[in-house]
């Protein structure tokens, strides 16, 4: 279950785990050479973050890599570009994510 909350809280966590630094910042460190979030270094990020328990990480995990991952050409790897639409630019970070993302992320916590 759960949702708008969760969905919060994961982009609080994301957003506290940036610092001061830029969300492009933040997705190099994990992504590393190849530019690239795959599975392993998402969860990474998730638990650095404090997003979930260790039971519950790697769902999160699932869920975000499918509500991001694009529809099109899905490959199981997070890139910039796809980030960006869950977390806005890091600049004009107020218009926050697409409504339709919203709508995708909220979806995936929902069982
Ligand atoms: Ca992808």
Redesign the pocket.
């Known amino acids: 279950m759960a949702t708008e909350a969760q969905t919060q809280e994961l982009l609080a966590a994301i957003k506290k785990l940036k610092g001061r630094g830029t969300y492009r910042s933040l997705f190099d460190k994990y992504a590393g050479d190849d530019a690239m979030l795959d599975g392993k270094e998402l969860l990474e990020l998730l638990e650095d973050a404090g997003v979930g328990n260790w039971a519950t990480r790697s769902m999160w995990r699932d869920g975000v890599m499918e509500a991001v991952?694009?529809k099109t050409a899905?490959?199981s790897?997070?890139?910039w570009p796809?980030l960006q639409q869950l977390v806005g630019d890091g600049v004009a970070s107020s218009a926050g994510p697409s409504p339709g993302l919203w709508v995708k992320v909220r979806r995936m916590y929902t069982v």
Do not use: F, L, Q, V
Request: no cysteine; charged share 50%.
């Open positions: 991952d694009s899905p490959d790897k997070i890139s796809e």
